[in-house]
């Protein structure tokens, strides 16, 4: 413990310590206050039991000036002048800016300048800025750490936490960015602008939103002038990293592509703050016609407007701003008659709307179509069973009709199936003609053959097997060789439709009853009848 307060006498811990480093890194310059109410928001209602207003504060703020403290010891911090109220500010050294990069995560080069002698002449222009930061975030305090206070507290800092969020973290935001017309990011040129606040939250819908804070000390030219150079740094292109030229800006922040014309700029944001002799009721109407140029849209027939190419500019005051925060309809988008939240006001809600309904009408218009072509498919199935159905057999025996099964197996026309026997009956009526005929009619029965295999293949063969036309029986293998056998020197079978027993029977019939010899012998001997002579030579003739 003793080594610990040789260290940093005040005895701040290190989480205060990182608070510390990571406001001032943002803000640049800060009072305590504003340093507690960003960091530790629970702290605000704590200590409300002091007698006055300055004792709660000094109180509530007592921790983190003591980690300021600390902070000065080691040469991160330094006082920063005081504001016209009397408040102490606060401010980094070069080597607290390096140590607040690693904080909060981004590079020194990106954290800015130290804001030394801000606070030389009260940083009125400093703290409207720190103001507007934290009216944007709305810090919620830690319930879990106010169980010990009075319920005038604990009711206060309920309202707070049901209150609308802010938007993003300290972390989202950063002050003093240079946005260079000309010159490179680390050394701009000349006729470039400065943006107070750059916040990027795309976690709460906003990618990115350039702030610009007056303390009503501006005239309505000047800031217009202001404008230009935003729009003028908007323009701006330079090559990427992949060789590219795209919009300068995109190679430090990221946003969305726009949709198909209708890409518009980054939104600006103007914060008045009425502390000077300028009234923002007539500086803003007088801002609207010296810019239109730079926001006015392009009115479509949906009633919505396109802003290619386009800065998207709110106003809004600072104490609208405190009161209601981000969620409430207080901001006043350039060309808009009524005012929006800051998400619609940056946004194109009727674009919106009528994207959605565009896409209802196509998923209506697709859905009738399929409806469309399903009953055309419908009518046409319909059409076509109605086709077949006009087509279907009707058996001559009973009148009824086919089934499927029965009319595809007499329509079978393949090689290897059997021609049905009875075509024009119905499965019944054909078993019972069947069993009337004796096992065939006209031609012979024949089984169902058995699926692939020897069997198949006898069923094939006992499909193609004669019959006989005068007895009905089937011819045995010999009898079916004889009578297929083919060749030069083949005699053709003289009664090939009758079976070996007709044709012996046949044989015997026709056989004269005064012949000695036998069918076979005449047979013979007309065959050798039939065999020419074979004629002499000349050669032979002369020798005899």
Same mark, same amino acid.
């Given at each position: 413990?003793?080594?610990?307060?040789?260290?940093?006498?005040?005895?701040?811990?290190?989480?205060?310590?990182?608070?510390?480093?990571?406001?001032?890194?943002?803000?640049?310059?800060?009072?305590?206050?504003?340093?507690?109410?960003?960091?530790?928001?629970?702290?605000?209602?704590?200590?409300?039991?002091?007698?006055?207003?300055?004792?709660?504060?000094?109180?509530?703020?007592?921790?983190?000036?003591?980690?300021?403290?600390?902070?000065?010891?080691?040469?991160?911090?330094?006082?920063?002048?005081?504001?016209?109220?009397?408040?102490?500010?606060?401010?980094?050294?070069?080597?607290?800016?390096?140590?607040?990069?690693?904080?909060?995560?981004?590079?020194?080069?990106?954290?800015?300048?130290?804001?030394?002698?801000?606070?030389?002449?009260?940083?009125?222009?400093?703290?409207?800025?720190?103001?507007?930061?934290?009216?944007?975030?709305?810090?919620?305090?830690?319930?879990?750490?106010?169980?010990?206070?009075?319920?005038?507290?604990?009711?206060?800092?309920?309202?707070?936490?049901?209150?609308?969020?802010?938007?993003?973290?300290?972390?989202?935001?950063?002050?003093?960015?240079?946005?260079?017309?000309?010159?490179?990011?680390?050394?701009?040129? #000349?006729?470039?602008?400065?943006?107070?606040?750059?916040?990027?939250?795309?976690?709460?819908?906003?990618?990115?939103?350039?702030?610009?804070?007056?303390?009503?000390?501006?005239?309505?030219?000047?800031?217009?002038?202001?404008?230009?150079?935003?729009?003028?740094?908007?323009?701006? #292109?330079?090559?990427?990293?992949?060789?590219?030229?795209?919009?300068?800006?995109?190679?430090?922040?990221?946003?969305?592509?726009?949709?198909?014309?209708?890409?518009?700029?980054?939104?600006?944001?103007?914060?008045?703050?009425?502390?000077?002799?300028?009234?923002?009721?007539?500086?803003?109407?007088?801002?609207?016609?010296?810019?239109?140029?730079?926001?006015?849209?392009?009115?479509?027939?949906?009633?919505?407007?396109?802003?290619?190419?386009?800065?998207?500019?709110?106003?809004?005051?600072?104490?609208?701003?405190?009161?209601?925060?981000?969620?409430?309809?207080?901001?006043?988008?350039?060309?808009?008659?009524?005012?929006?939240?800051?998400?619609?006001?940056?946004?194109?809600?009727?674009?919106?709307?009528?994207?959605?309904?565009?896409?209802?009408?196509?998923?209506?218009?697709?859905?009738?179509?399929?409806?469309?072509?399903?009953?055309?498919?419908?009518?046409?199935?319909?059409?076509?069973?109605?086709?077949?159905?006009?087509?279907?057999?009707?058996?001559?025996?009973?009148?009824?009709?086919?089934?499927?099964?029965?009319?595809?197996?007499?329509?079978?026309?393949?090689?290897?199936?059997?021609?049905?026997?009875?075509?024009?009956?119905?499965?019944?009526?054909?078993?019972?003609?069947?069993?009337?005929?004796?096992?065939?009619?006209?031609?012979?029965?024949?089984?169902?053959?058995?699926?692939?295999?020897?069997?198949?293949?006898?069923?094939?063969?006992?499909?193609?097997?004669?019959?006989?036309?005068?007895?009905?029986?089937?011819?045995?293998?010999?009898?079916?060789?004889?009578?297929?056998?083919?060749?030069?020197?083949?005699?053709?079978?003289?009664?090939?439709?009758?079976?070996?027993?007709?044709?012996?029977?046949?044989?015997?019939?026709?056989?004269?009853?005064?012949?000695?010899?036998?069918?076979?012998?005449?047979?013979?001997?007309?065959?050798?009848?039939?065999?020419?002579?074979?004629?002499?030579?000349?050669?032979?003739?002369?020798?005899?």
């Amino acid at each position: 413990m003793a080594g610990r307060r040789l260290t940093n006498p005040a005895g701040s811990s290190n989480d205060l310590r990182g608070d510390v480093l990571r406001v001032l890194g943002v803000l640049k310059v800060a009072s305590a206050d504003q340093i507690q109410r960003i960091a530790a928001p629970h702290l605000t209602y704590r200590h409300t039991t002091k007698a006055t207003a300055s004792e709660r504060k000094t109180a509530r703020t007592a921790a983190h000036a003591g980690a300021l403290s600390d902070l000065r010891k080691h040469g991160l911090a330094e006082n920063g002048g005081t504001t016209r109220a009397g408040e102490s500010l606060r401010n980094l050294t070069t080597k607290g800016l390096e140590a607040a990069s690693y904080e909060l995560g981004r590079p020194l080069s990106e954290m800015g300048s130290t804001a030394r002698g801000a606070g030389s002449s009260g940083a009125t222009h400093p703290m409207a800025v720190n103001e507007t930061v934290i009216a944007m975030l709305r810090p919620k305090p830690d319930l879990r750490l106010l169980t010990a206070e009075p319920a005038e507290a604990k009711a206060a800092a309920q309202a707070a936490v049901d209150a609308p969020a802010g938007i993003g973290t300290i972390a989202s935001y950063a002050t003093e960015v240079p946005l260079p017309a000309t010159g490179t990011w680390g050394a701009p040129g #000349k006729g470039g602008a400065q943006a107070d606040i750059v916040l990027t939250a795309p976690q709460d819908g906003i990618p990115l939103l350039f702030i610009e804070v007056d303390n009503c000390h501006e005239t309505a030219e000047e800031l217009a002038a202001k404008l230009e150079k935003y729009a003028r740094f908007f323009r701006r #292109k330079m090559k990427d990293t992949d060789g590219k030229e795209r919009p300068m800006w995109r190679t430090r922040w990221t946003a969305p592509e726009g949709r198909y014309g209708d890409a518009p700029h980054p939104p600006v944001l103007l914060v008045f703050n009425h502390l000077g002799e300028r009234n923002p009721q007539r500086t803003i109407p007088r801002l609207q016609e010296l810019t239109r140029h730079l926001w006015e849209g392009e009115r479509q027939r949906g009633g919505h407007h396109l802003y290619d190419r386009r800065i998207p500019i709110v106003a809004v005051g600072l104490r609208n701003l405190r009161e209601h925060g981000p969620a409430g309809a207080v901001f006043a988008r350039f060309g808009r008659d009524h005012p929006q939240s800051l998400l619609e006001a940056i946004g194109n809600p009727r674009r919106d709307a009528a994207d959605a309904r565009e896409h209802d009408e196509a998923r209506v218009r697709q859905a009738e179509y399929k409806a469309q072509v399903q009953r055309a498919a419908q009518e046409k199935a319909a059409a076509k069973a109605a086709e077949r159905e006009a087509r279907r057999p009707v058996c001559t025996g009973c009148g009824t009709k086919f089934t499927d099964e029965r009319w595809e197996a007499t329509q079978a026309t393949d090689w290897d199936t059997p021609k049905d026997s009875h075509p024009a009956l119905c499965d019944a009526c054909k078993q019972r003609a069947v069993a009337a005929g004796g096992g065939h009619v006209g031609t012979q029965e024949r089984r169902e053959p058995a699926r692939g295999g020897a069997e198949r293949h006898d069923f094939q063969r006992a499909a193609r097997r004669p019959v006989c036309t005068d007895c009905g029986a089937t011819f045995t293998d010999e009898r079916w060789k004889a009578t297929e056998r083919v060749g030069w020197g083949v005699t053709p079978e003289p009664r090939p439709s009758l079976c070996g027993d007709c044709d012996r029977r046949f044989v015997t019939d026709v056989q004269e009853p005064w012949s000695d010899e036998p069918p076979h012998q005449e047979q013979e001997q007309e065959q050798e009848q039939a065999v020419p002579a074979q004629k002499t030579g000349r050669w032979f003739s002369r020798r005899t």
